[in-house]
């Protein structure tokens, strides 16, 4: 498993060439952040699929963030952040959406936002603004438990794939004994 995977991340002496990076390099080049065993890589899941859920394009830096501090592998947790893209950002936000409404008991349904006029610009503007507010509440605490979810289910399918691919792993070595 780990060959695999390291087909799809950098090498380390790519890293260190490069100019933009030199001054992290003190903390960029610990180690267990470039290590790849059972529980970097399911750290780095888990650290990827809560950072993916992170709005605009702060998801890499909050994924870079989380592997320096829990020190898990870096370049997997990165990676894992691109399961949300254009295709896939709106029905995310819509579930977390639809998961914190149902938490916080909100019955009212899909508000719609107000459609654009041109015309009245300082109006629809206004009316944005109150339907952005409205909508905060449910999305923020969805956001928030669907990461979790999403995180924790990572990690322990990571954990399991990753011992059941050992064992297995152990098992064809012993029938060839």
Same mark, same amino acid.
């Given at each position: 498993?780990?060959?695999?995977? *390291? *087909?799809?991340l950098?090498?380390?002496?790519?890293?260190r060439?490069?100019?933009?990076? !030199?001054?992290?390099?003190?903390?960029?080049? =610990?180690? !267990?952040?470039?290590?790849?065993?059972? =529980?970097?890589?399911?750290?780095?899941?888990?650290?990827?699929?809560?950072?993916?859920?992170?709005?605009?394009? @702060?998801?890499?830096?909050?994924?870079?963030? $989380?592997?320096?501090?829990?020190?898990v592998?870096?370049?997997?947790?990165? %990676?894992?952040? %691109?399961?949300?893209?254009?295709f896939t950002?709106?029905? @995310?936000?819509?579930?977390?959406?639809?998961?914190g !409404?149902?938490?916080i008991?909100d019955n009212t349904?899909?508000?719609?936002?107000?459609?654009?006029?041109? &015309?009245?610009?300082?109006?629809?503007?206004?009316?944005?603004r109150?339907?952005m507010?409205?909508?905060?509440?449910?999305?923020?605490? $969805?956001?928030? &438990?669907?990461?979790?979810?999403?995180?924790?289910?990572?990690y322990?399918?990571? +954990?399991?794939?990753? +011992?059941?691919? @050992?064992? =297995?792993?152990?098992?064809? !070595?012993?029938?060839r004994?």
């Open positions: 498993m780990r060959r695999y995977l *390291k *087909k799809f950098p090498d380390h002496e790519a890293i060439a490069n100019p933009w990076l !030199r001054p992290f390099q003190s903390s960029l080049f =610990h180690p !267990r952040l470039w290590h790849l065993n059972r =529980h970097s890589a399911a750290g780095a899941v888990a650290i990827g699929l809560f950072c993916g859920l992170i709005p605009g394009p @702060l998801q890499m830096i909050g994924a870079a963030i $989380g592997a320096l501090v829990f020190r592998n870096l370049p997997l947790g990165l %990676l894992v952040t %691109l399961y949300t893209n254009p950002i709106v029905p @995310l936000y819509l579930l977390a959406y639809q998961l !409404r149902l938490l008991g349904g899909f508000v719609a936002p107000p459609e654009f006029g041109a &015309t009245s610009f300082g109006n629809w503007t206004d009316a944005m109150i339907w507010l409205g909508v905060s509440m449910p999305l923020g605490v $969805g956001l928030v &438990t669907l990461a979790c979810a999403l995180s924790l289910v990572g322990l399918a990571t +954990r399991v794939a990753w +011992r059941i691919y @050992l064992v =297995h792993a152990w098992r064809r !070595r012993q029938r004994c």
